[in-house]
């Protein structure tokens, strides 16, 4: 049972994740990206949830699919946290005030030409946050609170074949509710799940 998820918790599975990236393929090919997983806990339920998006349908890539916040590496950032700091604003409007990164994950590649870094975090007041959250009309067609249980649950993710036109070999699916979770966003769900000591390490390399 996954009840609430504490910055302790969170430094150990990035602690335990360490060695759980891709091979690296600095070969040019792929472009620098990064994502915000945002945490937020319910203490008078004792439970938590992770921010998640819904991309737009009309978007050239990633089109309509489940994700969390992030996106390309722009000349403008520093270094890939600032990236998903101003990502996670761009899309759903929150400062990067509102919440404390705890550390990162290592590298994964994409399909689609991407090397993400993920980024974990935990919002320090949800309900106050949520007020001021709005998803960017240009890009994000809603934003929702996922029960990390519900997500991180073993029972619940599923290794199989990835949709048609996709370039992966194989991938991690999560049905959440009428949500299908796939790519890369599954994948982190998956490895944060075997960093908390939920399973098994999942397979990389799966493009």
């Known amino acids: 049972m996954i009840n609430s998820i504490t910055k302790k918790d969170l430094m150990n599975c990035i602690n335990n994740v360490k060695n759980a990236g891709d091979?690296?393929?600095?070969?040019?090919?792929?472009?620098?990206?990064?994502?915000?997983?945002l945490f937020t806990n319910n203490e008078k339920k004792n439970d938590s949830s992770i921010l998640i998006i819904k991309r737009k349908d009309n978007l050239r890539k990633h089109a309509g699919q489940i994700a969390f916040p992030g996106g390309r590496r722009e000349?403008?950032?520093?270094?890939?946290?600032?990236?998903?700091?101003?990502?996670?604003?761009?899309?759903?409007?929150?400062?990067?005030?509102?919440?404390?990164?705890?550390?990162?994950?290592?590298?994964?590649?994409?399909?689609?030409?991407?090397?993400?870094?993920?980024?974990?975090?935990?919002?320090?007041?949800?309900?106050?946050?949520?007020?001021?959250?709005?998803?960017?009309?240009?890009?994000?067609?809603?934003?929702?609170?996922?029960?990390?249980?519900?997500?991180?649950?073993?029972?619940?993710?599923?290794?199989?074949?990835?949709?048609?036109?996709?370039?992966?070999?194989?991938?991690?699916?999560?049905k959440y509710g009428t949500e299908n979770i796939w790519g890369l966003t599954a994948r982190v769900l998956v490895t944060i799940s075997a960093g908390l000591g939920l399973r098994e390490f999942p397979p990389c390399d799966d493009i």
Not at 23 to 37: C, L
């Open 75 to 174: 000349n403008i950032d520093k270094n890939l946290e600032e990236t998903a700091q101003r990502e996670t604003e761009e899309e759903v409007n929150i400062s990067r005030t509102k919440y404390e990164i705890i550390g990162h994950f290592p590298k994964f590649y994409t399909g689609t030409g991407y090397v993400v870094t993920p980024y974990l975090g935990i919002m320090k007041t949800q309900f106050e946050s949520e007020k001021l959250m709005k998803p960017n009309s240009d890009e994000v067609e809603k934003f929702f609170f996922a029960k990390s249980n519900l997500l991180l649950s073993p029972k619940y993710q599923i290794r199989d074949k990835p949709p048609v036109g996709s370039s992966m070999f194989m991938t991690w699916k999560i």
């Open 23 to 37: 091979k690296d393929r600095s070969n040019g090919f792929y472009s620098e990206a990064s994502v915000m997983v």
